[in-house]
């Protein structure tokens, strides 16, 4: 059945009927077709610009709405009015280095850089503050305007129009271990370039990676020669993120159970990688999967990344759901993943997980909000975002320079999400700032940033990739 909104939308009365028309997004890794401005509140723009200088990314000075600026206008009705300074044309990005804020006056330097740019941004613009952890920024009042940074950015997010995007990074300036550019270089690359089309409204944590473990920023294939695993490989979302990585490099094993062979085999096909039917649940499957690493690919072969992208849903009120169906679930979403790492994670298995390699998981907003009939399923996800922060905050893991992180969709456009009712279904898709669904190369490109060797400083995450949905916002 045709989406209603889409149908609606090519009525001439649409807009007056006031119906939203979602704006087509830039995807992929295509930077902003306008010029990048950046601007600073609290001092001069430090870290940013140093970083853009690394990618590569020109960027020119933004305006400040500052009274003595401002120019008088005559509407037509001959009223003065002042407004403030605008760009001569439409601009790609908006970036403010907030990392010296520490008063509420800063504050005002933040409003004075984004008001008029908030004006004149191009469809799918991005919106990106940099401020710093508020932990570490000084006394109450410091710690509250950086705190404050996300109050507007995520309000912002909610006002842009047309695809545009906001959203907060944070970097560590103040400890014995601060972010340099190269550790911050992976992420604002991935905000700036149309990889981030259905993230907005969220917070970005970048820490500090050892030297030499930040891989190369600029490459478009930084999987070149890695190895990368894919759970539920076989359609959707994993089809999806195996096809992003043979884009960017890898060599991917694609691997879902034996009942979904032939979508696999069509995946491995299409990619050129090798897939491996297996069911994940059996208490062997790290051992088989890093068996069917070394055999493919030589002894001396280790996997660089790991996707837990498979997962089951077995719907119903907790107060009709048995013990099967609950534990399921839990099985399959969380378990089998935690069984699978704890194989992989032996230095000496032949096929294991390298070091500076990447464990990536799959959470759902559902997991963070909860949802109606999906007190299993929702439990699974959370655990996600569980096990992410504790492997994350692993000394052990971070010796060896492995990250882990996780990625939690929203209402993605898939044959799963197809069959829920109709009504139930467009609430789903437009209950978010972008009001559209997003599409699964969203959740692809998101997780092929978390694994990227120039993400490094990134760890213990979990970015919602949900288009700044209302739920568990």
Not at 388 to 413: C, H, K, S, W, Y
Request: glycine share 12%.
């Amino acid at each position: 059945m045709a989406d209603i909104v889409q149908v609606l939308t090519t009525n001439p009365l649409a807009k007056q009927l006031g119906v939203p028309q979602p704006t087509r997004l830039r995807r992929g890794r295509e930077l902003p077709s306008g010029p990048v401005v950046l601007g600073a509140a609290g001092g001069s723009p430090s870290i940013v610009r140093r970083t853009l200088d690394l990618l590569g990314v020109p960027v020119q000075d933004a305006l400040r709405d500052v009274p003595e600026a401002r120019v008088t206008e005559t509407d037509d009705k001959g009223r003065e009015r002042q407004v403030p300074p605008s760009y001569p044309a439409r601009i790609g990005a908006v970036l403010v280095d907030a990392t010296a804020v520490t008063s509420i006056a800063d504050l005002e330097e933040v409003r004075q850089v984004l008001r008029p740019a908030l004006r004149s941004l191009e469809p799918s613009a991005r919106v990106v503050v940099v401020g710093v952890e508020p932990e570490t920024a000084g006394g109450p009042v410091a710690v509250a305007a950086q705190q404050a940074l996300e109050g507007v950015v995520r309000s912002v997010g909610k006002e842009l129009r047309r695809g545009a995007t906001a959203n907060l990074v944070r970097v560590d300036l103040l400890t014995g271990t601060p972010t340099t550019p190269e550790d911050l270089g992976s992420t604002m690359s991935f905000l700036l370039e149309g990889r981030s089309a259905y993230v907005s409204g969220q917070v970005f944590h970048v820490g500090h990676a050892d030297e030499g473990r930040v891989g190369d920023l600029t490459t478009p294939r930084p999987f070149e020669g890695r190895i990368v695993v894919v759970t539920g490989a076989g359609r959707g979302i994993g089809a999806s993120i195996a096809e992003v990585f043979a884009r960017d490099g890898a060599a991917v094993v694609a691997v879902d159970v034996p009942a979904g062979g032939q979508g696999l085999a069509s995946v491995a096909n299409k990619i050129g990688g090798t897939a491996l039917q297996l069911d994940i649940t059996v208490p062997d499957a790290g051992s088989r999967i890093a068996a069917h690493v070394a055999q493919r690919f030589g002894e001396g072969a280790r996997i660089h990344t790991i996707v837990h992208n498979a997962g089951i849903t077995r719907d119903k009120l907790l107060v009709n759901t048995d013990e099967d169906r609950w534990g399921s679930v839990l099985e399959v979403n969380l378990a089998a993943q935690t069984r699978i790492n704890e194989i992989l994670l032996d230095p000496e298995l032949p096929g294991g997980l390298d070091d500076e390699g990447r464990i990536i998981g799959v959470a759902s907003t559902s997991g963070i909000a909860g949802n109606r009939g999906q007190a299993n399923y929702a439990a699974s996800k959370a655990g996600v975002v569980g096990l992410v922060r504790a492997m994350g905050a692993d000394q052990g893991l971070a010796a060896r320079g492995i990250t882990v992180n996780a990625v939690a969709p929203g209402f993605i456009e898939t044959e799963m999400t197809a069959k829920i009712p109709l009504a139930t279904r467009e609430i789903g898709r437009r209950i978010n700032s972008l009001q559209q669904g997003g599409r699964p190369v969203d959740v692809a490109e998101a997780i092929a940033w978390f694994a990227q060797p120039a993400s490094a400083a990134v760890t213990g995450q979990v970015l919602r990739v949900c288009g700044q949905s209302q739920l568990g916002a």
